[in-house]
């Protein structure tokens, strides 16, 4: 595809509504060239937002992230992730 540029990035991101448990609870952030350019923080199971992120002709990374969130509380005996079943659906890159 000669000539065509990428100009954006499409996708849905969120926690499976199947996650093992209800305690999943994520930031999702997307870099390009290590910047944010999208965040969503606090995201819990079977939540789920739509990305879009427009893109220049000069970026050349792109990153898409999932991390707990700082303020997530899970009982006693359960590990920060637990229940952190992320994902980044459908993603498109545009071309134009």
Known sequence: ???????????????????????????????????VRFMQKGIRKGQSCDVRVDLREEDQFLTLVAVTSPDKQVPEGYNQEHGDWCLFGEPVLVLE
Do not use: H
């Open 1 to 35: 595809l000669q000539g065509m540029l990428i100009s954006r990035f499409l996708s849905v991101c969120g926690i499976s509504q199947t996650a093992a448990s209800d305690y999943g609870m994520a930031d999702m952030y997307v870099l390009v060239d290590g910047q």
